[in-house]
């Protein structure tokens, strides 16, 4: 059963993993995740929901039809609209997409950084923190009523700089 605990050690350890923050889709059905958490800058966040670029954005796109990872550098000819150079403006330089589907729900997520790009080594860590979080937050009856509220107060929270302390 998934502890908030677990859950929250586990985000902690992907924000230390991507300085610049990440955004994670968990249980997508259709193009609604039943969990969304965002560490990316407040700006971005709003500026990406102005403008609509969920529907244009290749780690979107290719999450849909993947499943793995995908460094931003090998999706950059699939960017029409210049996400990948909006995000540089915001210090997310560098960045990777993971996507997985199991237990019959699909998960994806971009991870960023600003100083370098992402080795082998942290992309295999990051998809693995991703299967953790997907399967502990799978609607299958494992996580209670209460879990499920607190995860889903959580992905609200995570916009705001102090969610470590809640």
Same mark, same amino acid.
């Given at each position: 059963?998934?502890?908030?605990?677990?859950?929250?050690?586990?985000?902690?350890?992907?924000?230390?993993?991507?300085?610049?923050?990440?955004?994670?889709?968990?249980?997508?059905?259709?193009?609604?995740?039943?969990?969304?958490?965002?560490?990316?800058?407040?700006?971005?966040?709003?500026?990406?929901?102005?403008?609509?670029?969920?529907?244009?954005?290749?780690?979107?796109?290719?999450?849909?039809?993947?499943?793995?990872?995908?460094?931003?550098?090998?999706?950059?000819?699939?960017?029409?609209?210049?996400?990948?150079?909006?995000?540089?403006?915001?210090?997310?330089?560098?960045?990777?997409?993971?996507?997985?589907?199991?237990?019959?729900?699909?998960? /994806?997520?971009?991870? %960023?950084?600003? *100083?370098?790009?992402?080795?082998?080594?942290?992309? &295999?860590? +990051?998809?693995? =923190?991703?299967?953790? /979080?997907?399967?502990? %937050?799978?609607? *299958?009856?494992?996580?209670?009523?209460?879990?499920? &509220?607190? +995860?889903?107060? =959580?992905?609200?929270?995570?916009?705001?700089?102090?969610?470590?302390?809640?």
């Amino acid at each position: 059963m998934a502890d908030k605990e677990d859950i929250r050690s586990i985000l902690l350890r992907l924000e230390e993993q991507s300085p610049t923050g990440f955004a994670i889709a968990f249980h997508v059905k259709f193009t609604t995740p039943e969990f969304l958490l965002q560490t990316y800058p407040k700006e971005w966040i709003d500026l990406y929901s102005e403008r609509g670029y969920v529907m244009v954005d290749p780690t979107v796109s290719w999450g849909f039809n993947n499943e793995g990872t995908k460094r931003w550098s090998e999706l950059a000819d699939d960017d029409s609209v210049g996400i990948f150079k909006e995000c540089q403006k915001f210090n997310m330089n560098y960045g990777v997409s993971v996507a997985l589907e199991q237990g019959g729900s699909r998960s /994806l997520a971009s991870f %960023t950084r600003h *100083d370098r790009d992402f080795a082998e080594a942290e992309c &295999q860590e +990051l998809s693995e =923190l991703l299967e953790k /979080l997907h399967n502990m %937050t799978l609607s *299958d009856g494992s996580m209670s009523a209460e879990q499920r &509220q607190n +995860l889903h107060d =959580l992905s609200v929270q995570m916009t705001h700089p102090d969610w470590r302390k809640s």
